[in-house]
């Protein structure tokens, strides 16, 4: 396994995972309830800071590995993930919100891992698309977890909730891209095809 700057970014990334979940569980007299939305929020974007860092390194430095590259997506659904089961639990998204993202993530990373067994994963990379659902997802998220009204007139919640619906319709637009492009090779191995 190689180690440098651009992969112990990402493992930074999963490790900051536990503690955007985590601060909301820790006793009331170590952090009023009040202290809790802003650290989760901070801890949220420095590690989808790293995120962006990471890859920025890989490239520029030439340090890209095959394990980078299965590492990456891996940290990232599992940031987006357990953020959303917290804010779900919080009441500050909706059940189906989370379901869909979630759901989705793991559909297409089961797809990608599929498609790179048959050597056809460039069928399946990253579209405009899915970047623009990610940025979404990257900045409701950190407006959803704050919670509280920003620079007094921006309502996170509600933007953070509008932010988070374009990210689920996304989401199901992005999934159903992936699927069209990956569908014939799909039906010529199931035995759809003559």
Do not use: C
């Amino acid at each position: 396994m190689p180690f440098n700057i651009p992969i112990f970014l990402t493992w930074l990334r999963v490790a900051l995972i536990p503690l955007v979940v985590g601060v909301y569980y820790l006793p009331t007299h170590w952090l009023p309830v009040a202290d809790r939305n802003l650290a989760a929020t901070a801890v949220f974007i420095v590690a989808a800071l790293t995120d962006w860092f990471d890859g920025y390194l890989a490239r520029k430095w030439n340090q890209t590995s095959a394990f980078g590259a299965f590492l990456d997506p891996v940290a990232d659904k599992l940031m987006v993930a357990g953020a959303l089961i917290v804010l779900t639990q919080l009441g500050r998204v909706s059940g189906i919100v989370a379901f869909i993202i979630i759901g989705r993530e793991i559909t297409i990373s089961a797809l990608r891992e599929w498609m790179a067994q048959l050597g056809a994963s460039k069928s399946v990379a990253v579209s405009s698309l899915g970047k623009i659902k990610t940025t979404a997802q990257m900045i409701a998220i950190p407006m959803l977890l704050f919670h509280d009204p920003l620079f007094v007139w921006i309502d996170t919640q509600l933007w953070g909730e509008y932010l988070i619906w374009i990210a689920a319709v996304l989401t199901v637009w992005s999934m159903f891209y992936y699927l069209q492009k990956a569908w014939p090779l799909i039906k010529e191995k199931a035995g759809m095809l003559p």
